[in-house]
């Protein structure tokens, strides 16, 4: 793990749409410059906290290459290309490699609540899309797919299939499964990953975790947290994480997906924090509490536009 090519904070960046649901692109534009401002060391595209689930074809390739060619090298692009189908999701892939990511995220095959594949075709899904490309491959294993991948199972993977290298693991349980992980896959596993907009991070790099993947509100935040870890300063990344962590409760528990974009369009980073219909908006009386928890840590969200 010592020589992985990704580390550090690699929040996901929200997508950006008007009130009537069309992709503002210049929104999104300066979605991801505060977010290269504010400190990730990489950022994610098209996961689920960016709605990735009300997106058409065409607007994921638009999103994917808008963002691409506006990064401009200045950090790493991991591009979430989840579809059930092998093919799909291989077709996607290779786009998005062809435009520059720096490794894609993915979930195991699922669709809906009950439909899923067994763990010989899920293997047979993940070496197939690995034999498809050459940038590393993130498993994504979240309750959301409704896939149970064992720490057993996703270190076979990692020994077994060239580019499976990164593991987001947003299970309950998440440290102990990430120090499993660890010990079985040992230097197969190069990015051993938290999410869940890092409710678990203390837990999680004390597992062994790397790399942390948030909500795109507050990477400044973030840093200070696992930067102090990194460094050796476990004291003053418990002081950090004790500091941020209402404020993490509130993305994680509260406004959810919808928290990023709210803390942007509040300091002025983007026009308009509205989700694309169906998906309610965020209650008034929520907002609030998470600007007013916000305001109290003082992040860049708050004051880059101004």
């Given at each position: ?22 992709l ?11 977010m ?11 996961a ?10 065409d ?47 993915v ?78 896959g ?16 203390l ?23 696992v ?6 300063r ?26 990023a ?17 169906p ?17 109290r840590?003082?992040?860049l ?6």
């Open positions: 793990m010592s020589t992985a090519r990704y580390r550090g904070v690699f929040p996901v960046a929200p997508t950006t749409f008007t009130a009537t649901g069309e503002d692109l210049a929104s999104q534009k300066r979605c991801i410059d505060f290269i401002d504010a400190g990730s060391n990489g950022i994610c595209i098209l689920n906290f960016s709605e990735q689930f009300v997106l058409a074809d607007e994921r390739e638009l999103l994917t290459q808008t963002i691409l060619e506006h990064v401009n090298g200045r950090v790493p692009v991991i591009v979430t290309t989840t579809h059930f189908s092998t093919r799909v999701c291989v077709e996607r892939s290779r786009r998005a490699q062809a435009m520059g990511a720096a490794m894609v995220m979930m195991p095959p699922y669709h809906g609540a009950t439909i899923r594949v067994p763990e010989a075709q899920t293997f047979e899904f993940f070496a197939a899309l690995s034999d498809a490309l050459t940038i590393p491959i993130m498993i994504q294993d979240a309750p959301v797919s409704g896939t149970a991948l064992s720490a057993p199972f996703l270190a076979r993977m990692a020994k077994e299939i060239e580019h499976v290298a990164y593991f987001k693991i947003e299970t309950a349980g998440a440290a102990s499964k990430l120090r499993e992980l660890i010990r079985l040992g230097d197969a596993v190069e990015g051993p990953w938290d999410g869940e907009e890092a409710i678990t991070l837990p999680d790099l004390d597992a062994g975790a790397t790399g942390s993947m948030t909500g795109g509100g507050y990477p400044d935040g973030i840093r200070r947290i930067d102090a870890y990194a460094a050796g476990r004291e003053d990344a418990i002081a950090e994480y004790t500091r941020w962590l209402p404020l993490i409760n509130c993305e994680n528990r509260q406004g959810g997906l919808l928290s974009k709210a803390l942007m369009q509040e300091g002025g980073v983007i026009a308009c924090e509205a989700p694309r219909h998906f309610p908006a965020m209650h008034p009386a929520t907002r609030a509490g998470l600007i007013e928890t916000a305001r840590l003082d992040p969200v708050l004051r880059w536009a101004h």
